[in-house]
């Protein structure tokens, strides 16, 4: 991308400079003082030739700007851009880019004639969504810094942020998952063995809370009087399928309230809302990371109901995960009916457990699947489960620690 | 990047040339101003070397700005209490503007010891302008110019160390404002040269300083010149010139400076018009007789008619004023007046024959006017205001007598007693002979009776004197005895020719005191002092005031220029001579001389030492073989004395340089190379365009890794083809991988991962690697 549509921008001082040189002119050439009349002018053309100057250094930049992947919110990103001097002399300039908040900025001190430099911002995006990546500008006041020559170069790049990571644990999900009764509905058949998979078994270890009954292994705890339970080498891959209701109650306006308090009670429902379809969006990439994570990646496939389904399925990888979930930075609640067709929730191949993920619980999806029988397990804002750490948590925990360090 | 180190010492630099240009100017105006700007300079060196140790507090400050305020407010007001300050010697305001300098330079020491941000900096560069700009309206010669001439350099110098520092955020920014993002500082190189003292950044400053005057010097010349006069600052700036004043004082003190100024333009003539170009260039040329003397102050006072017959105004003449025809050594000389006078100037000796036609005619639109010949001995313009005499152009027919000091005869009024009774105030000689200054009458007698002890003729002439009722030579003696003066002013040791004109005793008469006490001044001095001796003797003495000298034009035969720096002062007497064959007398005379009768000529005598003329004024040789003679004298025409008719004389003077050969043949030459230089543009436009840049930049880079290492596409060959050839050179397919990922990037439109970037990264550093172990093709 090459500059174009320069602006000039003169600066406080290079106003005063002007009045000043103008009034030293003209006092000059009305009082007859040749000296300073010569000063006048001389002052004026330092102006026209940092005005050249500032053109010339601008003029033959280039920038080429590098994609940048999805990020999570609060994910330090990099955003990395060549610029080219095409020109046939060395440029000295500033050059910023800003978005969101963010703004970086890089001073070529200077860049030689046909060189070319990688610049990189290192940014955070706080908020879940699309954000538009500022132009980068070249702003070029060499060699006195009286006049600003601007270009912007342009771009139409963007970064879509996914929402903030929060912690999974995945061996409590499993047995969540298990208590949930999630997979295939009506033909599932009653089995010894779990719809959760499970590895070869590497020991025993003695019951900790939580464990499922099933691993108790009885014969040994009955020697030892206590109860042990196997445990396994390698779980084998726990394919998933996560619909993601994207639930936000019509907000309260203030036109709906009577009296000041009532507003302040309804303004406070429109915000609890909206954190927790935060939430659950969060819970979606969360638990995706965590799967893309594990030992055993599992299949992922993600369901994002809306005015276009968006139905997205592959091994569970890190790359995977940002892209393929790159759609939840669009995300719009809503509180209307969503279509789900039953095809999307079904799995192509072999097992797979069904969550739903949602602000709320019993929500229209989770009520499509039971009319239909199929099983599925939910996870809601109103009955958050135990194996999944809010963000909010996370850095709560992170300000704890570092206070106590 | 330049140091912070280099940073302050360019600005604090600038400061200092500041405060210097000021100190010079105010030197001789305001002498306490020059002794405080060298005190700033102290505090700016101090400050230099503290670099930041030291610091006020803002309530130190505060208290410091509070006490420098209160010291600047009682001593301006003592300058308003004392009556001969400036502020009432000079005419309000601009009396105001030596105190200007002091108060602005207070402010630099002010600032210089608190932690400065950027606002702060800027006000200090605004307040070194300030100061260079004050003292730019009062200082205007040479030396001064150099001086702001390094204040310009050092302050680019210092703006664009100051854009750097600025820019790259290495400054604390003005408080309450956005500082803006950190900026990280990226270079190609990493220069080792980049010194302390940022001297790659001074030299690229005094670039822009000369880019700057090449742009500002074209408005300047063009700019079109105020009417107004010559400001001029200060009583005791005094330049060498005749002026529109009709007197000349002898009191003012002062270093006098040589004006380049043209005062007129002379084209001389022969009758049949071809120019001449071999006219006496020590030619003199009188302006102002002036015939009485009192407390410093020459005045011409009214006089009786000393001429018995002048030359004749031809009213008659329906042809418009002929000249007369003084022979075929005769020329006409042409004055063009430059500057108003009181008193236009004529070649000297003015030559003029009783009953004919006047020499001199003015040259009005209509016709020419002869002058008229009064019978005091000076030729005036006829029917022309006087003001408007130095005006309008003018001639004269000229030819050099063979005795040049001698002006032409002349029959006086009263043929009986031509100087008049002694002590007869009523008397024409008693003009010219009178002064009050009796202690120099005395003194006189005493100079004589010296030379006299060396010279023979002047003792025989003192013995022939009359002594009562005053001491008084005889007319016969007028002449030896007034030159034996005139040389003894003009060779003796005693006395120094300077400019620099002092008084030693203020309240004593400024001749007096030159012939007494100080024997040191300039041709004036010299000229009045020989007067005053001479009348003191009794001899009829006038002091002239005029010009000597002429500089011929280089382009234009038979044009000549008087400057003002060729102003000149002598004296001329009244002596006697026998009557030239063929004179015609009115009245015969009584006196002879030598058996025939006497007539009156005025001689004139220049008392002046020779080698202080010389040193006046820079003559032609003189400007070509020094250096800083050429540069004061373009300093002082072309900048400080660049006026409307310079203005004029460059134009017509650039344009005949046009219209010359030189000229053409340049102007032919830039048109030739203009053409040149767009060809050769859209020549190169083409080549860049066939090697446009894909707008990749990866691709970008590996086709000019190809094209540094000598391996370009063969004819006809396309970019996969190409790559497919290198890779079966190389043993690698990173060629093709690369064309492979250009094509879907290109034409498919597809984004590149980041990750497949990274492998292109790799992939051009394996080709580069590869190509230059197998070398070019």
């Given at each position: 991308m090459t500059g174009s549509g320069a602006k000039i921008r003169f600066t406080r001082a290079a106003t005063v400079w002007t009045a000043v040189a103008l009034m030293i002119t003209v006092v000059g050439w009305y009082k007859t003082i040749n000296l300073l009349v010569l000063a006048g002018y001389f002052l004026l053309a330092l102006l026209a030739v940092n005005l050249r100057l500032a053109w010339r250094a601008s003029a033959r930049l280039s920038v080429s700007r590098r994609p940048v992947p999805p990020a999570f919110a609060g994910e330090l990103v990099a955003l990395t851009a060549e610029i080219r001097n095409d020109a046939s002399h060395p440029i000295t300039t500033l050059v910023t880019t800003a978005s969101a908040g963010n703004r970086t900025a890089w001073m070529f001190a200077p860049l030689a004639a046909t060189d070319q430099r990688t610049i990189t911002a290192r940014w955070t995006f706080e908020k879940r969504g699309r954000h538009p990546l500022g132009s980068i500008v070249v702003d070029s006041s060499y060699p006195?810094?009286?006049v600003h020559v601007v270009r912007s170069l342009g771009s139409d790049a963007a970064v879509q942020v996914l929402p903030t990571l929060g912690q999974v644990n995945m061996e409590q999900f499993r047995r969540w998952l298990v208590r949930q009764n999630?997979?295939?509905?009506?033909?599932?058949r009653p089995s010894r063995r779990p719809a959760v998979g499970t590895g070869e078994v590497r020991g025993l270890r003695p019951y900790r809370p939580?464990?499922?009954?099933?691993?108790?292994?009885w014969k040994t705890s009955a020697r030892r009087n206590q109860l042990w339970v196997r445990e396994y080498d390698r779980t084998e891959p726990l394919d998933l399928i996560l619909i993601v209701d994207p639930y936000l109650p019509d907000p309260y306006a203030?036109?709906?309230?009577?009296?000041p308090k009532e507003w302040e009670t309804k303004r406070h429902e429109n915000r609890e809302a909206e954190r927790r379809l935060e939430w659950a969006l969060s819970l979606v990439v969360s638990l995706g990371f965590a799967a893309a994570e594990s030992d055993a990646p599992p299949q992922l496939t993600l369901v994002l109901p809306g005015n276009e389904l968006q139905v997205v399925s592959g091994r569970a990888g890190v790359a995977f995960v940002r892209q393929a979930f790159a759609g939840l930075a669009d995300v719009v609640g809503t509180a209307d009916q969503l279509r789900l067709p039953l095809d999307a929730v079904r799995p192509k191949a072999g097992n797979a457990a069904r969550v739903i993920l949602s602000p709320?619980?019993?929500g229209t999806i989770a009520a499509l699947l039971r009319g239909q029988g199929i099983s599925y397990a939910e996870a809601s804002a109103e009955r958050p489960p135990n194996w999944f750490t809010p963000p909010e948590f996370l850095m709560r925990k992170h300000d704890l620690a570092e206070r106590k360090g | 990047m330049p140091t912070h180190f280099a940073f302050r010492l360019s600005t604090y630099l600038t400061l200092g040339l500041a405060c210097a240009c000021l100190s010079y100017a105010e030197w001789?105006?305001?002498r306490q101003a020059s002794f405080f700007g060298g005190l700033v300079i102290v505090f700016l060196v101090i400050a230099f070397l503290c670099d930041g140790r030291y610091e006020l507090d803002l309530t130190s400050a505060n208290r410091l700005g509070f006490g420098i305020g209160l010291a600047g407010t009682a001593w301006l007001a003592y300058q308003f209490l004392?009556?001969?300050?400036?502020i009432y010697t000079f005419p309000w305001p601009a009396s105001l503007l030596p105190y200007l300098g002091p108060l602005l330079m207070v402010l630099m020491p002010a600032k210089l010891f608190r932690p400065k941000h950027i606002g702060d900096w800027w006000a200090m560069q605004g307040i070194g302008l300030a100061t260079a700009s004050l003292a730019a309206a009062m200082e205007d010669d040479a030396i001064f110019g150099v001086l702001l001439a390094l204040y310009a350099v050092c302050g680019v110098w210092s703006l664009s160390l100051f854009f750097y520092l600025r820019v790259a955020g290495l400054l604390p920014p003005v408080?309450?404002?956005?500082?803006g993002p950190p900026v990280t500082i990226l270079a190609s190189t990493i220069r080792v040269e980049e010194t302390q003292f940022g001297r790659e950044f001074l030299g690229r400053a005094l670039g822009w300083v000369a880019l700057a005057i090449a742009i500002a010097a074209p408005f300047f010349v063009l700019t079109p010149r105020s009417a107004a006069p010559k400001w001029t600052f200060g009583q005791q700036r005094l330049e060498t010139g005749l002026t529109q004043e009709n007197f000349s004082d002898l009191n003012r003190t002062g270093e006098l400076k040589p004006s380049r100024e043209a005062a007129f333009e002379l084209t001389i003539n022969r009758r049949d018009g071809t120019p001449v170009?071999?006219?006496?260039?020590e030619q003199r040329f009188r302006s102002s007789t002036f015939n009485s003397y009192e407390g410093g102050r020459w005045v011409r006072v009214d006089t009786q008619p000393?001429?018995?017959?002048t030359a004749r105004?031809?009213?008659?003449d329906r042809s418009g004023g002929a000249l007369p025809n003084f022979g075929p050594n005769q020329i006409d000389i042409t004055f063009v007046p430059k500057i108003r006078l009181t008193e236009p100037i004529l070649a000297d000796p003015v030559n003029w024959e009783t009953g004919?036609?006047?020499p001199i005619v003015t040259l009005s639109e209509l016709e020419l006017r002869p002058w008229l010949h009064g019978k005091d001995g000076l030729f005036r313009p006829f029917g022309i205001p006087m003001t408007k005499g130095g005006v309008l152009p003018y001639r004269q027919s000229f030819v050099s007598p063979a005795e040049t000091d001698l002006g032409p005869p002349w029959e006086p009024m009263?043929?009986?007693?031509?100087?008049?009774?002694?002590?007869?105030?009523?008397?024409?000689?008693y003009v010219f002979r009178?002064?009050?200054?009796?202690k120099l009458r005395a003194w006189s007698r005493e100079l004589a009776v010296r030379l006299g002890k060396s010279n023979p003729a002047v003792q025989t002439a003192l013995d022939r004197?009359?002594?009562?009722p005053t001491f008084q030579l005889i007319p016969q003696d007028f002449e030896v005895v007034a030159r034996a003066v005139t040389a003894y002013f003009a060779q003796s040791p005693e006395y120094e020719y300077t400019l620099k004109l002092r008084r030693?005793?203020?309240?004593?008469d400024p001749i007096e005191e030159f012939l007494y006490r100080s024997k040191q001044g300039h041709c004036e001095r010299f000229a009045a002092g020989t007067a005053l001796v001479l009348r003191s003797l009794g001899i009829p003495a006038a002091y002239v005031l005029g010009y000597r000298g002429c500089e011929p034009d280089?382009?234009?035969?038979g044009l000549y220029l008087v400057r003002q720096e060729l102003a000149h002062a002598w004296v001329e007497i009244a002596i006697p001579r026998p009557a030239p064959a063929g004179f015609e007398f009115r009245r015969r005379p009584n006196d002879r001389l030598d058996g025939k009768p006497v007539v009156w000529h005025w001689l004139s005598l220049d008392p002046t030492p020779a080698e202080g003329t010389e040193d006046s004024t820079d003559g032609a040789g003189d400007v070509l073989k020094n250096p800083w003679a050429q540069f004061v004298n373009f300093f002082s025409d072309?900048?400080?004395?660049?006026d409307p008719e310079k203005r004029r004389g460059a134009f017509e003077a650039v344009s005949r340089w046009f219209l010359g050969p030189f000229g053409q043949g340049l102007i032919w030459l830039s048109v030739a190379g203009l053409v040149a230089l767009v060809l050769a543009r859209r020549h190169r436009r083409r080549r860049l365009a066939a090697m446009?840049?894909?707008?990749?930049v990866w691709f970008d880079r590996y086709r000019s890794i190809l094209q540094k290492y000598g391996r370009p596409p063969q004819a006809g060959e396309t970019l996969a083809e190409q790559a497919t050839r290198l890779s079966v050179e190389l043993g690698s397919d990173a060629p093709k991988r690369i064309v492979a990922l250009y094509y879907e990037a290109r034409f498919a439109g597809r984004t590149i991962a980041t990750a497949e970037l990274d492998a292109v990264e790799a992939a051009l550093t394996e080709l580069t690697i590869l190509i230059r172990q197998t070398g070019p093709e």
């Amino acid at each position: 991308m090459t500059g174009s549509g320069a602006k000039i921008r003169f600066t406080r001082a290079a106003t005063v400079w002007t009045a000043v040189a103008l009034m030293i002119t003209v006092v000059g050439w009305y009082k007859t003082i040749n000296l300073l009349v010569l000063a006048g002018y001389f002052l004026l053309a330092l102006l026209a030739v940092n005005l050249r100057l500032a053109w010339r250094a601008s003029a033959r930049l280039s920038v080429s700007r590098r994609p940048v992947p999805p990020a999570f919110a609060g994910e330090l990103v990099a955003l990395t851009a060549e610029i080219r001097n095409d020109a046939s002399h060395p440029i000295t300039t500033l050059v910023t880019t800003a978005s969101a908040g963010n703004r970086t900025a890089w001073m070529f001190a200077p860049l030689a004639a046909t060189d070319q430099r990688t610049i990189t911002a290192r940014w955070t995006f706080e908020k879940r969504g699309r954000h538009p990546l500022g132009s980068i500008v070249v702003d070029s006041s060499y060699p006195l810094g009286l006049v600003h020559v601007v270009r912007s170069l342009g771009s139409d790049a963007a970064v879509q942020v996914l929402p903030t990571l929060g912690q999974v644990n995945m061996e409590q999900f499993r047995r969540w998952l298990v208590r949930q009764n999630a997979g295939e509905g009506e033909t599932r058949r009653p089995s010894r063995r779990p719809a959760v998979g499970t590895g070869e078994v590497r020991g025993l270890r003695p019951y900790r809370p939580g464990d499922t009954p099933r691993e108790i292994h009885w014969k040994t705890s009955a020697r030892r009087n206590q109860l042990w339970v196997r445990e396994y080498d390698r779980t084998e891959p726990l394919d998933l399928i996560l619909i993601v209701d994207p639930y936000l109650p019509d907000p309260y306006a203030v036109s709906d309230v009577v009296n000041p308090k009532e507003w302040e009670t309804k303004r406070h429902e429109n915000r609890e809302a909206e954190r927790r379809l935060e939430w659950a969006l969060s819970l979606v990439v969360s638990l995706g990371f965590a799967a893309a994570e594990s030992d055993a990646p599992p299949q992922l496939t993600l369901v994002l109901p809306g005015n276009e389904l968006q139905v997205v399925s592959g091994r569970a990888g890190v790359a995977f995960v940002r892209q393929a979930f790159a759609g939840l930075a669009d995300v719009v609640g809503t509180a209307d009916q969503l279509r789900l067709p039953l095809d999307a929730v079904r799995p192509k191949a072999g097992n797979a457990a069904r969550v739903i993920l949602s602000p709320r619980s019993g929500g229209t999806i989770a009520a499509l699947l039971r009319g239909q029988g199929i099983s599925y397990a939910e996870a809601s804002a109103e009955r958050p489960p135990n194996w999944f750490t809010p963000p909010e948590f996370l850095m709560r925990k992170h300000d704890l620690a570092e206070r106590k360090g | 990047m330049p140091t912070h180190f280099a940073f302050r010492l360019s600005t604090y630099l600038t400061l200092g040339l500041a405060c210097a240009c000021l100190s010079y100017a105010e030197w001789d105006l305001l002498r306490q101003a020059s002794f405080f700007g060298g005190l700033v300079i102290v505090f700016l060196v101090i400050a230099f070397l503290c670099d930041g140790r030291y610091e006020l507090d803002l309530t130190s400050a505060n208290r410091l700005g509070f006490g420098i305020g209160l010291a600047g407010t009682a001593w301006l007001a003592y300058q308003f209490l004392n009556k001969n300050s400036l502020i009432y010697t000079f005419p309000w305001p601009a009396s105001l503007l030596p105190y200007l300098g002091p108060l602005l330079m207070v402010l630099m020491p002010a600032k210089l010891f608190r932690p400065k941000h950027i606002g702060d900096w800027w006000a200090m560069q605004g307040i070194g302008l300030a100061t260079a700009s004050l003292a730019a309206a009062m200082e205007d010669d040479a030396i001064f110019g150099v001086l702001l001439a390094l204040y310009a350099v050092c302050g680019v110098w210092s703006l664009s160390l100051f854009f750097y520092l600025r820019v790259a955020g290495l400054l604390p920014p003005v408080p309450l404002s956005d500082p803006g993002p950190p900026v990280t500082i990226l270079a190609s190189t990493i220069r080792v040269e980049e010194t302390q003292f940022g001297r790659e950044f001074l030299g690229r400053a005094l670039g822009w300083v000369a880019l700057a005057i090449a742009i500002a010097a074209p408005f300047f010349v063009l700019t079109p010149r105020s009417a107004a006069p010559k400001w001029t600052f200060g009583q005791q700036r005094l330049e060498t010139g005749l002026t529109q004043e009709n007197f000349s004082d002898l009191n003012r003190t002062g270093e006098l400076k040589p004006s380049r100024e043209a005062a007129f333009e002379l084209t001389i003539n022969r009758r049949d018009g071809t120019p001449v170009t071999d006219f006496n260039l020590e030619q003199r040329f009188r302006s102002s007789t002036f015939n009485s003397y009192e407390g410093g102050r020459w005045v011409r006072v009214d006089t009786q008619p000393i001429l018995m017959n002048t030359a004749r105004l031809i009213r008659d003449d329906r042809s418009g004023g002929a000249l007369p025809n003084f022979g075929p050594n005769q020329i006409d000389i042409t004055f063009v007046p430059k500057i108003r006078l009181t008193e236009p100037i004529l070649a000297d000796p003015v030559n003029w024959e009783t009953g004919k036609a006047s020499p001199i005619v003015t040259l009005s639109e209509l016709e020419l006017r002869p002058w008229l010949h009064g019978k005091d001995g000076l030729f005036r313009p006829f029917g022309i205001p006087m003001t408007k005499g130095g005006v309008l152009p003018y001639r004269q027919s000229f030819v050099s007598p063979a005795e040049t000091d001698l002006g032409p005869p002349w029959e006086p009024m009263s043929a009986y007693q031509p100087l008049g009774s002694a002590g007869d105030p009523d008397s024409l000689w008693y003009v010219f002979r009178n002064h009050r200054l009796t202690k120099l009458r005395a003194w006189s007698r005493e100079l004589a009776v010296r030379l006299g002890k060396s010279n023979p003729a002047v003792q025989t002439a003192l013995d022939r004197a009359i002594e009562s009722p005053t001491f008084q030579l005889i007319p016969q003696d007028f002449e030896v005895v007034a030159r034996a003066v005139t040389a003894y002013f003009a060779q003796s040791p005693e006395y120094e020719y300077t400019l620099k004109l002092r008084r030693l005793d203020a309240a004593a008469d400024p001749i007096e005191e030159f012939l007494y006490r100080s024997k040191q001044g300039h041709c004036e001095r010299f000229a009045a002092g020989t007067a005053l001796v001479l009348r003191s003797l009794g001899i009829p003495a006038a002091y002239v005031l005029g010009y000597r000298g002429c500089e011929p034009d280089a382009d234009t035969a038979g044009l000549y220029l008087v400057r003002q720096e060729l102003a000149h002062a002598w004296v001329e007497i009244a002596i006697p001579r026998p009557a030239p064959a063929g004179f015609e007398f009115r009245r015969r005379p009584n006196d002879r001389l030598d058996g025939k009768p006497v007539v009156w000529h005025w001689l004139s005598l220049d008392p002046t030492p020779a080698e202080g003329t010389e040193d006046s004024t820079d003559g032609a040789g003189d400007v070509l073989k020094n250096p800083w003679a050429q540069f004061v004298n373009f300093f002082s025409d072309f900048i400080i004395g660049y006026d409307p008719e310079k203005r004029r004389g460059a134009f017509e003077a650039v344009s005949r340089w046009f219209l010359g050969p030189f000229g053409q043949g340049l102007i032919w030459l830039s048109v030739a190379g203009l053409v040149a230089l767009v060809l050769a543009r859209r020549h190169r436009r083409r080549r860049l365009a066939a090697m446009a840049p894909s707008g990749i930049v990866w691709f970008d880079r590996y086709r000019s890794i190809l094209q540094k290492y000598g391996r370009p596409p063969q004819a006809g060959e396309t970019l996969a083809e190409q790559a497919t050839r290198l890779s079966v050179e190389l043993g690698s397919d990173a060629p093709k991988r690369i064309v492979a990922l250009y094509y879907e990037a290109r034409f498919a439109g597809r984004t590149i991962a980041t990750a497949e970037l990274d492998a292109v990264e790799a992939a051009l550093t394996e080709l580069t690697i590869l190509i230059r172990q197998t070398g070019p093709e």
